[in-house]
């Protein structure tokens, strides 16, 4: 109990009301799919909550329509849950023996999760998936090279930032200038996005689940439970975000995240 952050320490890092981008979007996807026709895709980078998102939707929205595409939720968007937004339509993942669906992309509602940067940062050293960036383990997040950095590495004497290297296939990657020009230029496209998409924090499904749940629900035409479920198994490889059936990982996330000096305790001084 002692561990347990303040309700105060919530509110200063991450203010006292959920957010979510693009729900002025959901009248006009309602307008344009069909009941029946309706789906709702997970997005996100790397290590920003998605596999959380997935599971509290799956857990807490319904259809009450007759299906004529299988699936409502489905753990990734047609174009890949990390792609940039801009693979949309010219990217479709292969299905498999565990997801034998992948929905049309131009009927599916990207729900995007996003995480403090701060935070998100300091998962990527630990966890960076198909990121790559060097840096030594003592002295990460490295926007800018530290003397580590150099020392391992004399090339970086000379740039200003450390750059990033993200491989999402063995067709597609990318180069950023740093981890918060990669972190600022994926969601940057999501933001843009001429067509129905929302954008809801990772803290917010930690902390305001049951106030942003039912709205992501609603917003693709779904059913809210009425009686959050916020129980499901989930587990990243860092161990990042942890829910399971007597709350222990639920709190432990709230521990984790709820201490706003948490934000910056491992960035090297």
């Known amino acids: 109990r002692d561990s347990l952050p303040k309700w105060s320490s919530i509110l200063q890092a991450y203010g006292s009301t959920p957010r979510i981008l693009g729900l002025e979007w959901c009248q006009r996807y309602q307008a344009n799919v069909k009941p ?35 699936g409502i939720i489905h753990w990734q968007v047609p174009w890949g849950k990390h792609y940039p937004a801009s693979f949309r339509t010219n990217h479709t993942v292969p299905k498999s023996k565990s997801h034998p669906i992948v929905p049309p992309y131009d009927s ?18 630990r966890q960076p998936y198909g990121a790559r960036f060097d840096h030594a383990k003592d002295a990460c997040p490295n926007i800018i090279p530290y003397p580590e950095d150099i020392e391992a590495h004399p090339r970086y004497a000379k740039k200003k930032y450390i750059p990033i290297f993200v491989k999402y296939d063995h067709q597609v990657s990318f180069h950023h200038e740093s981890l918060p020009s990669m972190w600022n230029e994926w969601y940057q496209q999501y933001i843009n996005t001429s067509y129905p998409a929302l954008i809801v924090r990772m ?40 829910l399971n059936s007597t709350g222990s990982g639920l709190l432990r996330s709230i521990i984790r995240y709820g201490n706003i000096t948490n934000r910056r305790s491992t960035y090297p001084s």
């Open 36 to 70: 029946g026709f309706r789906n709702i895709g997970v997005a996100g980078m790397f290590n920003s909550g998605t596999n959380l998102l997935n599971s509290l939707l799956t857990a807490n929205c319904a259809s009450t329509e007759k299906r004529n595409v299988n």
């Open 108 to 125: 599916t509602l990207p729900i995007v999760t996003v995480r403090d940067p701060y935070t998100w940062m300091q998962s990527m050293c």
């Open 203 to 242: 803290e917010d499904l930690v902390f305001h689940a049951e106030t942003v749940v039912p709205q992501l629900c609603r917003c693709g035409g779904l059913k809210y439970s009425g009686n959050l479920k916020h129980t499901a198994e989930v587990q990243n490889k860092n161990r990042g975000i942890e």
